[in-house]
């Protein structure tokens, strides 16, 4: 069969050598046959999972190479020389998304019309709304829900990319975007756009210059196949900016001036059109140095779209990025703003104050303008009548809880009384998703409210960098019967200090701790006789990595292919986890057989827990609620990953927050029937 065929590519070397054991050689041998699958059939049928999103030589780089026949690497190709690049480009592609199950159509076929139009135009309405008070984490709950009750379109497909992109996860979005395969007429400038904007985050991430500007090359071109084809002024500018970005000023300048020759043509009369169109002006006017020009077109901007958070996020952000390559002054952009992001905090004498006298008169004071995003902690009804007056007020409340919602209306009906609890819930229905910090006992009532307080900030500094929004401190007052809101002048940083300076005030055998759990996937295709290489060269290598850490580690054990560690911090938890992935996949390397295929998955936390001796061993041992918690996050963790429960990224922006990345992952069910829960995957960044 060999001497009969046309064509064959030798994947492995002659027996007569060693075979080889890195890691590097085998994915050379995946992404040549990547390049083969890619180049030479006829047809190729592709089934393109959610997983394995960055696999070299995996399905999505298949799919990839086969839509872009030259971005495979010479090296890799298959193709004769002599064979025309056109004839490739023909071969038909048919990609299958196995996400969409039978019972999804079987759901569509049976709902009316109608009512089947009627609940994804509401469904839209509710993401949009969320959008624009820059609430991405809902946006991406909403479209997944949607999605489970068999709500499928292509603007909810370009919504949740567009949403996952704006969490930070450019992976699972590029995957999206290549797993979807339209018809002709449904490819518009939209659509070509949005591929550039995933380059170009994945430019943003890189990890070496190089790597950063053949990114921004491939966005790029992708903006201006999309301008090429719309003539869409938006596409124009955006690929006049990548080329800057990649170092190709002049063909930059020179793009920037054929998409102002397009403005015209941009319809007018939307506020949301009419936003962009004064952006790209702006953005035009950076490129051929008209400052004045950039200016004004910036302060028309800022006349619209006054609370959408999002859309002059995205576009600050990028009109920053610009000036710093051009090397211009940012105080150009002065002209449009972005709402400030309000931190709500009661002082300590507030709370006492409260609980001993009657429900005084609230003064929100006018620093508290309609569209800012609140962070505050929910924990009696004073709390509630202030975000009652900052909901009526038309400010984004994001409030900060000490039980699961579900949880939560039995405990308030016995501290505070039924109309107290349905005036909760209410509230919490008109509110952003909440942040959860649960485990607390009734008697640790200071310590939980301190510890709301610090999961607030920090979910508050995360928003504000995500969002690129100024951040501040609002304190509540409370004096002669009178609730009054203070700006502090401190700023983020002193405020994010000075809570690392605060102590504990945990109750005799209790304290914060960071909780890992970590799980081999693979292990039991391990046989018996390489058991006692696992645990020499695996385990007790993680146990002596381990040992690094000194004291900060606070509690470990090891049973069968699971890794428990209790840490006193959030960032040695954190670290602890990406040193051993990184340990893991250099022993990867290292190994044969069954080893090789090993892949840990940790789950993280960061919670209050119960801390004794163990009778039989003499040394420290923690337990409790949180603790089974962390446990069940770990099975539903992707192999090669870190995932975080809110808590722990919260605590994560306090204590480092330049260290790591957090990309929301979504509102996951748990293992055991233990709920859902927002989870994150959460990264190490690379050394500046």
């Avoid at 070299?56 to 086969?66: Q, S």
């Avoid at 009512?115 to 820059?134: F, K, W, Y």
């Avoid at 890992?516 to 146990?543: K, Q, S, T, Y």
Wanted: with cysteine; net charge neutral.
């Amino acid at each position: 069969m060999l001497e009969e065929s046309q064509w064959r590519v030798t994947l492995y070397r002659p027996r007569s050598e060693p075979a080889p054991r890195s890691l590097d050689w085998r994915t050379d041998q995946y992404r040549q046959l990547a390049a083969c699958l890619a180049e030479q059939p006829d047809i190729l049928v592709a089934m393109l999972r959610a997983q394995n999103l960055r696999e070299p030589g995996g399905t999505a780089e298949v799919v990839e190479w086969r839509r872009h026949i030259r971005r495979i690497p010479p090296q890799l190709s298959t193709l004769d020389p002599q064979e025309p690049e056109s004839l490739a480009r023909r071969r038909p592609l048919i990609v299958i998304d196995p996400s969409v199950r039978f019972g999804h159509y079987e759901a569509q076929s049976t709902m009316p019309q109608d009512n089947r139009r009627d609940d994804e135009r509401a469904m839209l309405d509710e993401v949009e709304q969320a959008r624009r008070s820059g609430n991405e984490l809902r946006c991406h709950d909403l479209l997944a829900s949607a999605s489970k009750r068999g709500l499928r379109s292509r603007r909810m497909d370009y919504l949740r990319i567009l949403t996952l992109a704006n969490l930070g996860n450019t992976a699972l979005a590029l995957e999206h975007y290549r797993g979807l395969v339209l018809a002709p007429d449904e490819i518009d400038e939209d659509w070509m756009a949005l591929q550039g904007r995933l380059e170009k985050d994945l430019a943003q991430q890189a990890s070496s210059d190089a790597e950063a500007q053949a990114h921004y090359l491939h966005s790029a071109d992708a903006y201006a196949s999309a301008f090429l084809r719309s003539r869409g002024a938006y596409s124009g500018v955006n690929a006049a900016t990548m080329y800057c970005m990649a170092g190709k000023t002049e063909r930059a300048r020179l793009t920037a001036l054929t998409a102002r020759e397009a403005l015209d043509e941009l319809p007018a009369g939307n506020p949301v059109r009419d936003f962009y169109r004064h952006a790209t002006v702006a953005e035009i006017a950076l490129h051929l140095g008209d400052f004045s020009a950039c200016s004004a077109s910036l302060a028309r901007a800022d006349r619209l779209l006054v609370g959408d958070i999002t859309r002059r996020g995205r576009t600050l952000r990028q009109l920053r990025q610009l000036c710093r390559q051009l090397r211009i002054d940012e105080a150009v952009l002065d002209a449009l703003q972005m709402p400030t992001l309000v931190l709500l905090r009661r002082s300590a004498g507030s709370r006492l104050a409260f609980e001993a006298g009657a429900a005084p008169t609230i003064e929100l004071g006018d620093g508290l303008k309609p569209g800012m995003p609140v962070f505050a902690s929910l924990l009696d009804p004073l709390d509630l009548q202030l975000a009652q007056q900052l909901l009526e007020r038309g400010l984004n409340l994001y409030p900060v809880l000490a039980q699961p919602k579900r949880e939560l209306q039995g405990e308030w009906t016995r501290n505070w009384g039924e109309a107290s609890a349905a005036q909760l819930l209410q509230i919490l229905r008109r509110a952003q998703p909440m942040a959860v910090a649960p485990g607390f006992l009734d008697s640790e009532r200071d310590w939980c409210t301190r510890q709301l307080d610090s999961t607030a900030l920090g979910a508050s500094l995360l928003t504000a960098r995500r969002l690129g929004c100024p951040w501040r401190l609002v304190s509540v007052s409370l004096d002669d019967g009178i609730a009054r809101c203070l700006a502090v002048k401190l700023g983020a940083e002193q405020q994010r200090l000075a809570c690392l300076q605060q102590e504990s005030g945990a109750g005799p055998g209790r304290r914060m701790v960071g909780i890992l759990f970590a799980d081999f996937v693979g292990f039991r295709r391990i046989a018996d006789i390489d058991m006692p290489r696992f645990w020499r060269e695996v385990m007790i290598a993680l146990i002596s990595h381990l040992k690094a850490y000194g004291e900060r580690v606070l509690h470990a054990a090891t049973w069968g292919d699971a890794l428990h560690v209790i840490t006193d911090n959030a960032t040695t938890a954190a670290d602890i986890a990406a040193d051993i992935q990184r340990l893991m996949e250099t022993r990867r390397q290292q190994r044969s057989g069954s080893l090789q295929a090993l892949e840990l998955r940790i789950a993280a936390h960061y919670a209050p827990a119960f801390e004794e001796t163990d009778p039989l061993r003499q040394t420290p041992v923690f337990y409790g609620s949180q603790i089974s918690f962390a446990a069940r996050i770990e099975p539903v963790t992707p192999p090669g990953t870190l995932f975080g429960s809110d808590t722990f990224v919260a605590r994560l922006a306090i204590e480092s927050p330049d260290r790591f990345s957090a990309e929301y992952a979504g509102e996951l069910e748990l293992a055991k029937q233990h709920g859902a829960h927002p989870l994150f995957v959460v990264r190490r960044r690379a050394a500046p």
